[in-house]
């Protein structure tokens, strides 16, 4: 769609027509038009959502060649512009005429989230400046947000709660963690709400032996990795 024919439209309008074209292209494994969606010079940003790794992809020939390597037909589906108040499409004054809009997907797996800014090519089309695509839950085990501190109808105590708790982690910890302080307690907390007992290590040395108990699935960072136990 033309710039000009987009002209009277609302934020909403514009950002909707995007979405439609690129999750119809993603949904049926059409690289190429998926890849049409963005500026030449564009960003996509994955995160666990092609691959069980993170990455930022510039261009559209280094979009178009990751695509080709790892979108499947009828993997991604439900895409939605997100209805919040936060992301929902909004016209971005901080970028040249541009829009702005969180959208929702699914996965054969997980619950995904993303996020796009709109500009206009030379031709008037809007297309894409950066995409964000990331997984948001793993279906079957969503975050399942803050507590209300109340247990078993104010019988228990908050102290023999998170006693109970750290015992059943050090007895059998579905993932160890090992890194430093602050991004520990963040991916922690966020697998613990997950319903998975997670175990900390903050200071460590770690080699890898090639016969070992442990699966190591991915480095998270300098400092942090996750560790499965193989079961």
């Avoid at 909403?12 to 059409?30: C, E, H, N, P, V």
């Avoid at 020939?61 to 589906?77: G, Q």
Wanted: overall charge negative.
């Amino acid at each position: 769609m033309s710039g000009s024919a987009l002209g009277s439209l609302c934020a909403q309008d514009i950002a909707q027509a995007w979405l439609t074209d690129f999750s119809r292209s993603l949904s049926t494994g059409d690289c190429q038009t998926a890849t049409s969606a963005f500026l030449k010079d564009g960003w996509l940003r994955d995160i666990l959502v092609f691959t069980w790794n993170n990455r930022s992809l510039f261009g559209t020939s280094k979009i178009m060649k990751y695509l080709e390597e790892n979108l499947e037909r009828d993997t991604l589906s439900d895409f939605r512009l997100n209805d919040e108040s936060h992301l929902a499409p909004y016209n971005n004054q901080s970028l040249p005429t541009a829009v702005s809009s969180g959208f929702t997907f699914r996965t054969p797996i997980a619950f995904g989230q993303g996020f796009v800014n709109l500009s206009q090519d030379e031709s008037g089309n809007w297309k894409a400046l950066t995409v964000l695509m990331m997984m948001k839950d793993l279906i079957g085990h969503e975050e399942s947000g803050p507590e209300e501190g109340v247990y078993e109808g104010h019988t228990r105590a908050w102290v023999d709660v998170n006693e109970e708790r750290r015992k059943a982690v050090e007895e059998n910890p579905h993932v160890i963690i090992l890194g430093d302080e602050n991004p520990k307690y963040s991916f922690r907390t966020r697998r613990q709400n997950r319903g998975s007992l997670a175990k900390t290590v903050p200071d460590f040395e770690f080699t890898y032996p090639k016969e070992s108990s442990f699966n190591v699935i991915q480095a998270i960072s300098r400092d942090l990795a996750y560790i499965y136990p193989t079961r």
